[in-house]
């Protein structure tokens, strides 16, 4: 294996008693002292602040910048305004993913693109192969952009402390480049948890600096630092897809049920015909949240039976620590996938009953 | 946080902890080393009551937010009680690993013990473990 890369925060979480695991190619924090379900619930309940540096950010420019958006992904990026922030994907022709991505769309014909940390090179190679013809150039500003996140019902609360900027002006899914406790900040109205928060951007020499002013100021707030258990709990309940679980390289935007991002009137985008073809015949495979009948914890890579076939695999399963049920997401047959299909996962060699259930299992704040 | 280990239980490499009271029989739970290692527990899949079991077999399973470790008898013999209480509150290993005992077995021979570590020898143990 190769070496494990560290972010500028290594040392800190270390000292914070961090437990660090590979993740990604990335020695990463998967939880502090203080547990993945105690920070999952700071997060719901007032805020935590994420280090995700891992994730790679890819800066966009010149003339065809947009031009060129509009054809590697599904979203109409011309309806994007100056500021504005938005979820998509990368398709291969066949219509399979490459990554998903959030947007982010920047004065003067700039724009920034967030990317997976384990996709980093394939995402940078595939974006190369098609750029060709355009005139617009692909900068990795990964190594130089330090991310975290900032995130709950408190988030708001504890970033204005640090800024002047009134955060009441930055809408959910817009971007401001604002100055945090005096460092220069791209805040995206973004997240990955299912409640309100931010998205930092900044140098990534004044990483421990921010990390430790955010913690400071969220203090008495109930803010926690919080590992990647959390992480995965807090978008597994808000069913915000993973890459390498929900989506990868064997399964599509619409049995993902990802359809609402595309654009069908834009133009041609690559793997529009594949993607198009699903819509209208309808996907072998989709995703569906199912919850246990049986006693059990599913979790991921478990085979999904009926009638005792193995019809389908769970792509991410555990307790689901707000709604204190034991859920999973599946991918399933269509004709399988009506909420009340009772089917079975396999728990170490055991058939265990699950029915499936709407989807999203946590509704998102945003969405209330 | 320092892990604590209690003189007065045995422990197996599989990180079980081992207690006998009157009657030949044994309580058994996970040791704070094991709680630790797996982190917030979620799930406890407990032995049938009236099990005949061998020593070394998988009786049950405690699963955490990350992980799913199996529970081991350390010694021959029948299930005789399992701790219900972990049914809706296995955090309680967390809490409190060697008084959240998991089953009690009747055991056929407590010699099988003798296998078992005393605490020094499991503290040994385990700090040449990689965390």
Redesign the interface.
């Given at each position: 294996m190769s070496e494990l890369k560290r972010t500028a925060l290594y040392e800190v979480h270390v000292a914070m008693?961090a437990?660090m695991v590979p993740f990604a190619g990335w020695e990463m924090p998967?939880?502090y002292?203080t547990?993945?379900?105690t920070e999952h619930q700071a997060v719901r309940e007032a805020a935590g602040l994420f280090d995700i540096d891992h994730m790679g950010q890819l800066k966009l420019v010149g003339p065809d910048a947009e031009a060129f958006l509009q054809y590697v992904q599904p979203r109409d990026v011309g309806k994007m305004k100056v500021w504005d922030a938005e979820y998509s994907y990368l398709c291969y022709e066949d219509g399979t993913f490459v990554d998903d991505i959030f947007i982010y769309r920047l004065p003067d014909d700039e724009w920034m693109i967030v990317i997976n940390a384990a996709n980093r090179e394939k995402d940078i190679f595939w974006l190369d192969t098609h750029i060709v013809g355009f005139d617009a150039d692909l900068i990795d500003i990964s190594d130089a952009t330090y991310m975290v996140a900032l995130q709950g019902p408190k988030a708001q609360t504890i970033l204005q402390k640090l800024t002047d900027h009134d955060l009441n002006q930055v809408a959910f899914h817009t971007a401001a480049q604002i100055q945090v406790g005096g460092v220069e900040t791209l805040i995206g109205a973004t997240g990955y948890t299912g409640e309100y928060g931010y998205e930092l951007f900044f140098p990534e020499e004044k990483a421990i600096a921010m990390w430790e002013m955010i913690l400071e100021a969220g203090k008495d707030e109930g803010l926690l630092a919080c590992g990647l258990?959390a992480r995965d709990?807090l978008r597994f309940e808000a069913c915000l897809p993973l890459y390498g679980h929900e989506i990868h390289a064997e399964v599509e935007p619409i049995g993902a049920r990802l359809g609402w991002v595309c654009d069908w009137d834009k133009g041609p985008w690559i793997g529009r015909n594949a993607v198009l073809k699903h819509k209208l015949e309808k996907p072998k495979m989709l995703l569906v949240g199912l919850e246990m009948i049986d006693?059990?914890?599913p979790?991921e890579g478990y085979q999904v039976a009926k009638d005792d076939k193995v019809i389908g695999w769970v792509t991410t399963g555990?307790?689901a620590p707000t709604l204190n049920k034991?859920l999973a997401l599946a991918y399933v047959p269509r004709g399988l996938n009506r909420f009340g299909t009772e089917l079975d996962i396999i728990i170490?060699g055991k058939p265990k009953k699950a029915v499936v259930v709407k989807r999203p299992f946590y509704l998102p704040a945003y969405r209330r | 946080m320092t892990l604590t280990y209690d003189p007065n239980l045995k422990y197996a490499k599989t990180d079980e902890w081992a207690r006998v009271e009157d009657d030949n029989v044994v309580v058994v739970g996970i040791s704070d080393y094991a709680q630790d290692q797996l982190s917030d527990i979620v799930y406890v899949e407990l032995p049938e009551v009236g099990a005949q079991v061998s020593a070394g077999e998988v009786v049950g399973t405690v699963e955490s937010v990350k992980a799913a470790a199996d529970i081991m008898s350390p010694v021959t013999g029948e299930i005789i009680e399992v701790n219900e209480a972990l049914d809706d509150s296995p955090e309680m290993i967390n809490e409190d690993p060697y008084g959240a005992w998991i089953f009690k077995v009747k055991a056929n021979d407590l010699s099988e013990l003798d296998a078992l570590m005393d605490a020094a020898a499991y503290e040994a143990y385990n700090a040449t473990r990689e965390h």
């Amino acid at each position: 294996m190769s070496e494990l890369k560290r972010t500028a925060l290594y040392e800190v979480h270390v000292a914070m008693g961090a437990r660090m695991v590979p993740f990604a190619g990335w020695e990463m924090p998967v939880q502090y002292p203080t547990g993945p379900i105690t920070e999952h619930q700071a997060v719901r309940e007032a805020a935590g602040l994420f280090d995700i540096d891992h994730m790679g950010q890819l800066k966009l420019v010149g003339p065809d910048a947009e031009a060129f958006l509009q054809y590697v992904q599904p979203r109409d990026v011309g309806k994007m305004k100056v500021w504005d922030a938005e979820y998509s994907y990368l398709c291969y022709e066949d219509g399979t993913f490459v990554d998903d991505i959030f947007i982010y769309r920047l004065p003067d014909d700039e724009w920034m693109i967030v990317i997976n940390a384990a996709n980093r090179e394939k995402d940078i190679f595939w974006l190369d192969t098609h750029i060709v013809g355009f005139d617009a150039d692909l900068i990795d500003i990964s190594d130089a952009t330090y991310m975290v996140a900032l995130q709950g019902p408190k988030a708001q609360t504890i970033l204005q402390k640090l800024t002047d900027h009134d955060l009441n002006q930055v809408a959910f899914h817009t971007a401001a480049q604002i100055q945090v406790g005096g460092v220069e900040t791209l805040i995206g109205a973004t997240g990955y948890t299912g409640e309100y928060g931010y998205e930092l951007f900044f140098p990534e020499e004044k990483a421990i600096a921010m990390w430790e002013m955010i913690l400071e100021a969220g203090k008495d707030e109930g803010l926690l630092a919080c590992g990647l258990a959390a992480r995965d709990s807090l978008r597994f309940e808000a069913c915000l897809p993973l890459y390498g679980h929900e989506i990868h390289a064997e399964v599509e935007p619409i049995g993902a049920r990802l359809g609402w991002v595309c654009d069908w009137d834009k133009g041609p985008w690559i793997g529009r015909n594949a993607v198009l073809k699903h819509k209208l015949e309808k996907p072998k495979m989709l995703l569906v949240g199912l919850e246990m009948i049986d006693k059990g914890v599913p979790r991921e890579g478990y085979q999904v039976a009926k009638d005792d076939k193995v019809i389908g695999w769970v792509t991410t399963g555990m307790k689901a620590p707000t709604l204190n049920k034991f859920l999973a997401l599946a991918y399933v047959p269509r004709g399988l996938n009506r909420f009340g299909t009772e089917l079975d996962i396999i728990i170490r060699g055991k058939p265990k009953k699950a029915v499936v259930v709407k989807r999203p299992f946590y509704l998102p704040a945003y969405r209330r | 946080m320092t892990l604590t280990y209690d003189p007065n239980l045995k422990y197996a490499k599989t990180d079980e902890w081992a207690r006998v009271e009157d009657d030949n029989v044994v309580v058994v739970g996970i040791s704070d080393y094991a709680q630790d290692q797996l982190s917030d527990i979620v799930y406890v899949e407990l032995p049938e009551v009236g099990a005949q079991v061998s020593a070394g077999e998988v009786v049950g399973t405690v699963e955490s937010v990350k992980a799913a470790a199996d529970i081991m008898s350390p010694v021959t013999g029948e299930i005789i009680e399992v701790n219900e209480a972990l049914d809706d509150s296995p955090e309680m290993i967390n809490e409190d690993p060697y008084g959240a005992w998991i089953f009690k077995v009747k055991a056929n021979d407590l010699s099988e013990l003798d296998a078992l570590m005393d605490a020094a020898a499991y503290e040994a143990y385990n700090a040449t473990r990689e965390h």
